[in-house]
């Protein structure tokens, strides 16, 4: 492990509002002894671990899943080097676990859980055996793990089997494995999982196709993963294979149509590695989770976790599976150190998304995108506090599962879009193959990256590239002026239509859209002005049948304007919709729109109520408070 060093940053931007909030036991983040309150560059204040006394390196869970119960049990092995000769005690992240016992070789050591903290869930402190290097925690996780969702039957397409998923990102790995959940410790992992037979489990691990089924299953991670990446599903799934690497798992009734909306994946893969350097993990394949999946995709290592609602049966919402798979140089080979850095991984990530999209549908889709992107940043700088527009965000006394936004991603982008335009593309592409290859299996800071380009292209590139600007990119709030603003030729003709209806100068039915992409429909929509006239949303909805759309970005779209406009004939759909979907990005803008007006409010509490026994914590987390 390359250790990211421990320098004391004493730049004045990090002053206002970073006084951690008190919390109920131990505080979120230990004080910081510095006079300016200075943030610690690569500490991790979204971890009680110690990795730099002891630092684990491997994992060996041995875990039965309990569909009954809702609960892993079983055990989880570890493997720990001192980095510290003198130090005497392990300590590791949990949260709502329930732990039974630690052992090393077989007889009982000291152990101490301490009390949890709401955010972070509690320090467990092991006192090290005085010989050998492993220990072995055995424990149980609660069924109200927030890093875990137990589906029962009802809640699957394919209604018959129970379903199990982890989603661990940011800070959740902890609440289904005692670990060092810091994004900076790196393991390799091993597991046995026993399920149900008629279950099928995978991992972000070596999955077999072939695997037997026979409800018990064995996986390796052989290379060093961050504990954000180790995941796990149990369900009634089924594998296709859509190229030589590439493949993809569902429930049965879902496979056929992942895999023909996905077939491209092979291609992205190549096109990836032929440009930023060979894939690291051998296989890739694509977990289809059931609508409950909170976020759109999760990169797991060599499985990404998929949500339903891009099956579009068009490929108009694949720019997810780009970038899941780009995460794979991005995220997983080149890790950001904390959750501070987390743009490191997103940003870089977002730019090879389009990137990938041109290379596999073309200049036009890559611009399209990019606008609809970079509108995304737009509304979130006007609506972000200062603070949270920054890249690298001072997240110290926050949970980063509330900071969510399009900061780290689309501005992330726009900046690596910046450096491209300025030093030619070719150039900038290479440096990224190099910077993956410099970096690769190691998890870095903000300010690593700023070192590297110190000495890397802001020495090749003087005339080209400025210090000052790329610290305004990193550290200031909101768009550097004249940045590389994306435009789309294929938009300008949407904007036109649009107006002209607007003006009354055009009807509905008389819009030419037979030829429109998906991406401009979304432009079309999102762009309206807030409010409409009834008449003139109905005529919408009578030409185009949008209350009716397939298209989940669509519908998301067109039930915003209709919340905004309070236009009834479309809240049966709205309804059905927040209460079959619950990726995040989809059902919150709904529900925050919904709770401004009483009688939106109660319209989402009792859609919330209805769709809450089968939203995952972290939905039900992040709009539990529009509907109180
Ligand atoms: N790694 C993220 C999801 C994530 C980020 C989970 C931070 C928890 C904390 C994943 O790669 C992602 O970005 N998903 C997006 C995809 C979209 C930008 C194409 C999503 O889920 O919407
Ligand atoms: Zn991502």
């Known amino acids: 492990m390359k250790k990211s060093g421990l320098i004391v940053v004493t730049a004045t931007l990090f002053f206002a509002g970073c006084t951690p909030a008190p919390e109920e036991n131990s505080p979120i983040t230990p004080p910081v002894a510095t006079s300016d309150n200075a943030?610690?560059?690569?500490?991790?204040?979204?971890?009680?671990?110690?990795?730099?006394?002891?630092?684990?390196?491997?994992i060996d869970l041995d875990l039965t899943a309990d569909f009954e119960k809702r609960r892993l049990i079983g055990s989880a092995a570890m493997d720990y080097q001192k980095v510290d000769p003198n130090a005497t005690r392990l300590t590791l992240d949990t949260r709502g676990l329930d732990v039974q016992g630690v052992t090393a070789a077989g007889s009982p050591v000291e152990f101490m859980?301490?009390?949890?903290?709401?955010?972070?869930?509690?320090?467990?402190?092991i006192e090290l055996p005085q010989q050998g290097n492993r220990v072995t925690i055995n424990y149980a996780t609660s069924?109200?793990?927030?890093?875990?969702?137990?589906?029962?039957?009802?809640?699957?397409?394919?209604?018959?089997?129970?379903?199990?998923?982890?989603?661990a990102q940011a800070v959740h790995a902890r609440s289904f494995i005692p670990l060092q959940d810091s994004p900076q410790v790196r393991v390799t992992y091993n597991a046995t999982i026993r399920t149900p037979k008629a279950l099928l489990a995978v991992m972000s691990a070596a999955n077999d196709p072939d695997t037997q089924r026979d409800g018990v299953y064995e996986f390796t991670m052989p290379q060093p993963i961050p504990s954000y990446l180790i995941a796990l599903a149990v369900g009634d799934l089924e594998f296709k294979s859509m190229g030589q690497r590439t493949g993809v798992y569902a429930e049965p009734s879902v496979l056929e149509a992942a895999a023909l909306e996905f077939?491209?994946?092979?291609?992205?893969?190549?096109v990836t590695e032929n440009t930023y350097g060979p894939y690291s993990w051998d296989r890739y394949d694509l977990l289809i989770l059931p609508p409950s999946?909170?976020?759109?995709?999760?990169?797991?290592?060599?499985?990404?976790?998929?949500?339903?609602?891009?099956?579009?049966?068009?490929?108009?919402?694949?720019?997810?599976?780009?970038?899941e798979l780009a995460h794979s140089w991005s995220g997983n080979t080149v890790t950001n150190a904390t959750w501070r850095d987390l743009w490191l991984n997103e940003g870089f990530t977002t730019y090879l998304t389009y990137r990938i999209m041109e290379m596999i549908f073309g200049t036009d889709r890559y611009n399209m995108e990019a606008v609809l992107g970079y509108q995304d940043l737009q509304a979130d700088i006007a609506s972000l506090d200062a603070n949270d527009q920054i890249l690298a965000i001072d997240l110290r006394g926050r949970n980063p599962d509330d900071v969510f936004s399009n900061i780290p991603y689309e501005k992330g982008a726009l900046f690596l879009r910046e450096i491209e335009h300025k030093i030619g593309r070719e150039n900038f592409d290479q440096f990224l193959l190099t910077y993956f290859?410099?970096?690769?299996?190691q998890s870095i800071t903000t300010d690593q990256f700023i070192a590297y380009l110190d000495k890397t292209l802001l020495k090749r590139f003087p005339a080209e590239l400025d210090k000052a600007r790329i610290q305004q990119w990193i550290f200031e709030p909101g768009i550097p002026e004249g940045a590389p603003v994306p435009e789309s030729d294929a938009f300008s003709s949407i904007d036109q239509n649009r107006q002209a209806w607007l003006d009354g100068d055009l009807s509905a039915n008389d819009i030419d859209m037979q030829s429109w992409t998906?991406?401009?429909?979304?432009?079309?929509?999102?762009?309206?002005p807030a409010t409409l006239p009834q008449a003139q949303i109905a005529q919408l909805d009578e030409a185009f049948s949008l209350t009716q759309s397939k298209n989940n970005e669509i519908a998301h779209s067109w039930l915003m304007i209709s919340v905004k406009n309070q236009y009834q004939p479309a809240y049966e759909r709205l309804y059905d919709y927040l209460t079959s979907i619950g990726r995040n990005k989809l059902v919150k803008p709904l529900y925050r729109e919904l709770s401004k007006t009483a009688e939106g409010k109660e319209f989402a509490k009792r859609a919330f109520e209805q769709a809450k026994p089968g939203y995952h914590p972290l939905t039900v987390k992040a709009n539990e408070g529009y509907v109180k």
């Open 293 to 323: 999946f909170p976020f759109g995709g999760m990169e797991n290592p060599r499985l990404s976790f998929i949500t339903p609602t891009v099956i579009a049966g068009d490929k108009s919402l694949v720019a997810l599976i780009a970038h």
């Open 39 to 58: 943030i610690e560059v690569g500490k991790d204040y979204h971890s009680f671990a110690n990795p730099e006394q002891v630092v684990i390196t491997h």
């Open 518 to 528: 998906v991406h401009q429909w979304l432009y079309f929509l999102n762009n309206m």
């Open 437 to 441: 290859e410099d970096f690769a299996f």
């Open 263 to 270: 077939e491209d994946t092979e291609s992205m893969l190549e």
């Open 113 to 125: 859980l301490e009390k949890a903290d709401p955010n972070l869930g509690a320090a467990l402190h």
């Open 143 to 167: 069924p109200e793990a927030s890093g875990a969702q137990w589906l029962t039957p009802a809640q699957t397409a394919g209604k018959k089997h129970p379903f199990l998923f982890t989603q």
